[in-house]
């Protein structure tokens, strides 16, 4: 695990920050280029994407709060403010709505819309989701013994904590899951699928009548 790229000087660079970073950089470019083709203005693109990193940063962190409930209240405060620690779902569901309120401000159709940014968000899902393998932020998946299975002892949020009081937990000596236990690498699961429903979407874009509503289905 990597949570630290690197340092300079007292500030500290982390990978989950640098994988938001280029996966923000990369879908705006990709959202560009789809809106450009779609006749939608340049501050579509703009606007979208600023709201997409407030929406994710806020919803994320406030749904990786509630799913890992008893770890936050053993440790709110590194819980909390956890450098990474965050759930996908939390901002998706938070930007959706903000996205839809703006569509409407906007006159823009909502499927049309949809079908715009869904290329880059998928784009902007993969980069996250490697972040999330590279901080160990505990996004793991349970205790396996297959070969390509993850030590996460170095993460920022370890097994130890991220299990505890959990079922799996108790199949452990003291109810405690060692933090150097291999697991399933289930960010880096969903990074390669995110790719492969991007390759899709992109190579179909551009297909009249097939992709229609499909990409933001998906």
Same mark, same amino acid.
């Given at each position: 695990?990597?949570?630290?790229?690197?340092?300079?000087?007292?500030?500290?660079?982390?990978?989950?920050?640098?994988?938001?970073?280029?996966? /923000?950089?990369?879908?705006? @470019?990709? !959202?560009?280029?789809?809106?450009?083709?779609?006749?939608?203005d340049?501050?579509?693109?703009?606007?979208?994407?600023?709201?997409?990193?407030?929406?994710?940063?806020?919803?994320?962190?406030?749904?990786?709060? =509630?799913?890992?409930?008893n /770890?936050?209240?053993?440790? +709110? &405060?590194?819980?909390?403010?956890?450098?990474a620690?965050?759930?996908?779902?939390?901002?998706?569901?938070?930007? !959706?709505?903000?996205?839809?309120?703006?569509l409407?401000?906007?006159? =823009?159709?909502?499927?049309?819309?949809?079908?715009?940014? /869904?290329?880059?968000?998928? &784009?902007?899902?993969?980069?996250?989701?490697?972040?999330?393998?590279?901080?160990?932020?505990?996004?793991?998946?349970? +205790?396996?013994n297959l070969?390509?299975?993850?030590?996460y002892?170095?993460? &920022?949020?370890? +097994?130890?904590?991220?299990?505890?009081?959990t079922?799996?937990?108790?199949t452990? +000596?003291d109810g @405690?899951?060692?933090?150097?236990?291999?697991?399933?690498?289930t960010?880096?699961?969903?990074?390669? /699928?995110?790719?492969? =429903?991007?390759? @899709?979407?992109?190579?179909?874009?551009?297909?009249?009548?097939?992709m229609e509503?499909?990409?933001?289905?998906?």
């Open positions: 695990m990597y949570p630290v790229l690197f340092k300079i000087g007292p500030f500290s660079v982390y990978s989950f920050g640098v994988m938001q970073g280029l996966g /923000a950089l990369v879908a705006a @470019i990709i !959202l560009y280029r789809e809106s450009k083709r779609k006749n939608l340049i501050y579509f693109t703009l606007e979208v994407v600023l709201l997409a990193i407030s929406s994710e940063l806020i919803g994320c962190k406030i749904l990786f709060l =509630i799913e890992h409930w /770890a936050f209240t053993a440790d +709110p &405060v590194s819980m909390a403010f956890t450098p620690g965050s759930t996908f779902y939390g901002g998706f569901i938070l930007g !959706l709505i903000v996205f839809y309120i703006y409407k401000k906007k006159k =823009i159709p909502f499927l049309f819309a949809a079908d715009t940014v /869904a290329p880059s968000l998928t &784009v902007a899902y993969a980069f996250g989701r490697m972040g999330c393998h590279l901080a160990g932020d505990g996004d793991y998946g349970i +205790p396996t070969p390509w299975a993850v030590n002892e170095h993460g &920022v949020m370890l +097994p130890s904590i991220m299990f505890r009081g079922g799996i937990a108790k452990y +000596p @405690i899951v060692p933090d150097n236990t291999p697991l399933h690498p960010s880096v699961y969903e990074f390669i /699928a995110a790719l492969i =429903i991007f390759t @899709i979407l992109w190579k179909n874009r551009k297909k009249a009548g097939l509503n499909y990409f933001y289905s998906i």
